[in-house]
């Protein structure tokens, strides 16, 4: 669906649902004179209440579900994931449709933002600027790797010296 007829329903719905809430309000009026009007006039007040908060709920989420607001947030997102992501996890994690997150990495790409690489099936984005790459200890001589923490600047296992580099 698209984002004017979703605007247009969210907007008629808040106003059935003021008009829900006014026509309740005037039935309580004359419910003060014959109390037979009381029920419904509840009811309608809390039909159109409730009317009212959801409608508005929706309308105040299209309006945050712009694209440049979905993009500077899947952006945010991929930093959180060390520049990967797939659809899926854009969809589970803002909450927002698929055709919403594929939109929005289509424009990243088309931006240069990240890029899309098939795995295994499955659409990864990958970030190149908010990649981490790790640093290891690395031997020069026989190419054992060992994590940066590793004590001294000696392979334990030949001898050779460690370098620190970019974990490939
Ligand atoms: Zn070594």
């Not at 009381?38 to 508005?56: D, E, I, R, Y």
């Not at 929706?58 to 309006?63: F, G, I």
């Not at 945050?64 to 607001?69: E, G, K, Q, S, Y």
């Not at 992501?85 to 594929?102: N, R």
């Amino acid at each position: 669906m698209n984002r004017a007829f979703l605007y247009f329903t969210a907007i008629v719905l808040v106003i059935v649902a003021a008009g829900l809430l006014f026509i309740g309000l005037a039935f309580l009026i004359v419910a003060a004179k014959s109390p037979g009007d009381l029920l419904p006039a509840l009811a309608m007040l809390a039909v159109g209440g409730v009317l009212l908060g959801w409608s508005l709920g929706k309308l105040k989420a299209l309006a945050a579900a712009t694209p440049d607001n979905i993009d500077t947030q899947v952006d945010a997102l991929a930093a959180s994931h060390g520049g990967e992501l797939t659809i899926a996890e854009v969809v589970g994690e803002l909450g927002i449709s698929q055709a919403d997150a594929q939109g929005s990495l289509h424009r990243l790409v088309s931006r240069g933002v990240c890029r899309s690489e098939p795995r295994n099936g499955t659409e990864f984005y990958i970030f190149a600027g908010l990649k981490q790459t790790m640093k290891v200890k690395k031997c020069g001589y026989c190419g054992n790797v060992y994590p940066v923490a590793q004590a001294g600047r000696q392979c334990p296992s030949c001898g050779g010296n460690l370098d620190i580099v970019d974990q490939e």
